[in-house]
């Protein structure tokens, strides 16, 4: 069932953006007038002249002019030196930590599936929440939960290579019978009912997704021209599905290469102008749809880098840096800059956070969203103030 | 005495990555318990498949820091090895003692790793333990390198008991200080730096001088035990035996609950535990001999598609039915991506605690990919294997029923079982269109067979093993 709003204020959704790899905070937003900046980012870091100053003392990477914009525009809150206790330097664990709000022990249940049960308790749609990208991500997977992951938009669901569409279409019916859950599974060795049942709601849940899917692309008109990599695209699709309105609260996005280990400076300079450039696109494109209201974006990173670079690029950190971006969003600096100073970095190398995660998590749940969030993110945590 | 084919596709499926009509039509004059052996007694078995081929073809299997390549050789060994039950055991061991290429910072020695478990996967527990606690990749992934004679770490004490050989409520943390104690000084030699060439192996060495030498008590035993002393009392116990046997039962005969719900679930059969656990014991620890007990006992035979399968069986055995994959085959490169899409990146699980398996590998995002690369496969007729499941209905020397040309289709696939909501299907698709066998052979023939091909590995059934 599509929840379509009847009149008034349209309903909140929340666009995710994950930095994998572990971006470089230290070069996104530059303490530019720090002289230990220039003593540690002796081959991996940004002349001053060529950073961006927004502030007295803080500049984006050369290469984010877009965001000077947005910020500038005052719809981007920066919160500086995002963690938690004890940080993992484990790219797989440091996000299952992000997608389950369970620093300390290995959570099953990700906590926007969680929202997608506040949201969506009897599972009526599947595109409560949609992910691009290949495979679902934890922060999505709970059991009983479903969401809809979709690499290509334009060719979305199943039997795709079959290229005469009224055979693809004669054998999707025939699935969605072999999928109708039972009562009894009869005939056949098989597994329990619970697991055929569980099988039958996927899969039926996949193609309810797709048939809603289906017209999206051939409803999208836009001026915009977005650029050709991968978050440019997928930001785009947000778009084409948010404008087609299925009643999408969550969106997914990934843009992935951040873990610089080497050659950091020409990576993480082509990723900095694809990522600020495509969320300025994407904010023009919900502009034309008159559709920039009623979303926020959030764009996080599983972990900083190294103070230090290695003298090619740099290795895994701590306290990285969050933006929550969007019309609703009041603009400025949030939460503290972490020290910079030798004296002061996490054993002895590593920025050390001064935000808790699960406290962001929470700000957008309770006030973008209008969730309780403390099921949600395990606990009570400190909030920011970010919207108007 | 002839096996039943259905028998041996199960038993392919479960001991191996799926079997083809080929070999099954071979091996079905055999009996079963010696299809089995043959399965088991892998030392009897020269077998190097064309690997000299595949690392000449894919260079990349020589960089160092590349577990993808390293993940498509495994594939291409699960789908061509003479000796299945090895790459399947080196699977079950891989989801047991899970170690990840994300946590090592000489990355080469997860290759080696899994290359240990290959070599000892069917030898006695005790030496696979053995080898295991002297694993580098092992070593680094659970810290016993910062496992000093003076400070303890106690992290690799502690798995070892817990995740990989006795499981919860069976020993104290007193045991688990004094198990870390018997393992200082299992360490690796400072490997030769990642600046500037790259990354090395590095190699287990044994530091007299940051081992504990004094008295430890360990399960009621006391003495000046060494590591090895500790894998020889856990062999021993009857926690041991129950711990492997569930762990067995649930990879190779049906998905249970996982670890963590052990100390409350009973097991969902005692008597297949019992007679695991017997035969555990009695042979002191030997693989083979449980591995052997298994397989032909009823219990296991009356166990047909209770398991859902991993990514890797599927990929693998989809592959093996569709196609010939030589070591040229260029697909084999794109393995690897497609089991991390479908959940299960191999060298790298998610944590310690292995993959989350059953109905848990299956969401959304899982079921499609797994449709659309089945589908994709045995409907395109490039494919020999995939080619052949069509010719031989068509060729049948005479028309086929509807249920006959169904049952056809089931049985060209693996002697599959399905559902009657499944079976009905198909067979409407069956009664309708052109019929097929006596060789009738045009394209409308050929577009109705494929149809049913594409429909059964669409199924929920074709999900299972």
């Keep these: 069932m599509v929840t379509q709003k009847k009149s008034g204020k349209k309903d909140p959704v929340l666009v995710v953006v994950q930095l994998s790899g572990g971006n470089d905070f230290l070069n996104t937003v530059i303490p530019f007038t720090n002289g230990i900046y220039y003593d540690v980012r002796n081959y991996v870091g940004h002349k001053e002249g060529e950073s961006l100053p927004f502030t007295d003392d803080l500049a984006f990477h050369p290469n984010a002019e877009p965001f000077r914009e947005i910020y500038k525009e005052g719809k981007m809150a920066i919160i500086q030196g995002i963690g938690y206790e004890n940080s993992s330097r484990s790219h797989f664990r440091a996000m299952d930590i992000w997608h389950t709000c369970e620093p300390n022990a290995v959570a099953t249940e990700g906590w926007l599936a969680k929202v997608i049960r506040e949201l969506d308790p009897n599972s009526s749609n599947p595109l409560t929440a949609v992910s691009f990208g290949k495979g679902l991500p934890r922060a999505l997977a709970a059991p009983g939960v479903i969401a809809t992951s979709v690499d290509n938009l334009d060719n979305y669901g199943l039997m795709t290579s079959i290229e005469d569409n009224t055979k693809r279409m004669a054998n999707l019916d025939v699935f969605s019978r072999m999928y109708t859950p039972a009562d009894e599974w009869m005939g056949g060795r098989h597994e329990s009912g619970v697991v055929m049942n569980y099988l039958a709601n996927t899969g039926s849940g996949v193609l309810q997704g797709a048939d809603m899917l289906k017209d999206v692309p051939s409803r999208y008109k836009s001026s915009i021209e977005y650029a050709d990599n991968s978050i440019a695209k997928a930001l785009r699709d947000v778009v084409r599905v948010h404008t087609a309105d299925l009643g999408t609260r969550v969106f997914y996005t990934q843009h992935g290469g951040y873990d610089h280990h080497a050659q950091e400076m020409p990576a993480h300079d082509r990723l900095m102008g694809e990522l600020s450039q495509g969320i300025k696109d994407f904010m023009a494109d919900l502009e034309e749809h008159d559709a920039s209201e009623e979303i926020v974006i959030l764009v996080f990173s599983e972990f900083g880098r190294r103070m230090k670079d290695n003298g090619s690029g740099t290795d895994h950190g701590s306290g990285g840096g969050a933006f929550i971006i969007g019309n609703r969003v009041n603009g400025g600096l949030y939460s503290e800059y972490p020290s910079i100073d030798p004296s002061e970095w996490l054993n002895g190398e590593d920025l050390k956070h001064t935000f808790d995660y699960r406290g962001v998590y929470g700000t957008l749940l309770e006030q973008h969203l209008g969730l309780d969030p403390t099921e949600i993110v395990l606990g009570n945590f400190e909030q920011l103030t970010p919207f108007k | ?465």
């Design chain 2, 1 to 465: 005495m002839a096996t039943d084919k259905a028998l041996i596709a199960h038993l392919y499926r479960r001991a191996g990555f799926g079997t083809t009509p080929k070999l099954l039509e071979e091996l079905s004059s055999k009996d079963y318990d010696d299809i089995v052996d043959d399965l088991v007694d892998i030392d009897k078995i020269n077998d190097l498949p064309d690997e000299d081929i595949l690392s000449r073809y894919y260079p990349q299997l020589h960089s160092t820091d590349n577990f993808g390549m390293d993940n498509t050789k495994w594939f291409y060994r699960m789908i061509n090895s003479k000796k299945p039950l090895q790459e399947k055991m080196t699977l079950f061991w891989h989801h047991v003692f899970a170690t990840g290429w994300t946590k090592s910072e000489q990355g080469p020695t997860m290759i080696d790793h899994i290359a240990m478990l290959r070599n000892n996967c069917l030898l006695n527990l005790r030496i696979l333990l053995r080898d295991l606690a002297a694993d580098p990749a092992m070593i680094f992934w659970l810290d016993n390198c910062e496992n000093h004679g003076k400070n303890i770490n106690e992290n690799f004490g502690r798995e070892l008991l817990e995740l990989f050989s006795m499981g919860i409520g069976n020993y104290t943390e007193d045991d688990i200080k004094h198990a870390s104690r018997a393992f200082t000084g299992w360490t690796f030699e400072q490997p030769i730096p990642l600046y500037p060439y790259g990354h090395f192996k590095s190699q287990f060495i044994f530091d007299q001088d940051d081992h504990d030498d004094g008295e430890k008590e360990f399960l009621g035993n006391k003495g000046n035990f060494n590591g090895e002393d500790i894998i020889e009392i856990i062999v021993k116990t009857d926690a041991c035996a129950k711990f492997i046997s569930r762990h067995l039962y649930n990879f190779f005969v049906a998905d249970e609950p996982q670890i963590p719900a052990w100390s409350i679930e009973p097991p969902k059969d005692q008597e297949a535990m019992d007679i695991l656990v017997k035969t555990f014991l009695d042979s002191d620890a030997d693989m083979k001999e449980v591995m052997r007990t298994m397989f032909k006992s009823e219990f296991f035979k009356n166990s047909m598609f209770k398991r859902v399968k991993c990514p890797a069986e599927f990929i693998a055995s989809t592959l093996k039915l569709t196609s010939e994959i030589g070591p040229k085959d260029s697909r084999l490169s794109g393995l690897h991506g497609l089991s991390t899409v479908m959940g299960q990146t191999l060298l790298d699980p998610p944590t310690v605690e292995g993959w989350h398996t059953g109905k848990e590998w299956i969401d959304g995002g899982s079921l499609t990919e797994r449709i659309n690369y089945a589908v994709d496969l045995i409907s395109d007729m490039e494919n020999v294997g995939s080619k052949f499941l069509v010719d031989s209905l068509i060729m049948s020397d005479t028309e086929l029923s509807s249920e006959q040309l169904v049952n056809g289709v089931l049985e060209n696939a693996g002697h599959l079982e399905v559902s009657d909501q499944t079976f009905e299907q198909l067979l409407d698709i069956a009664s309708k269109g052109p019929s097929v066998g006596n060789n009738n052979d045009n394209e409308d023939v050929r577009s109705k067979v494929i149809q049913l091909y594409t429909l059964l590995v669409s199924s929920p059934e074709f999900q299972l093993a």
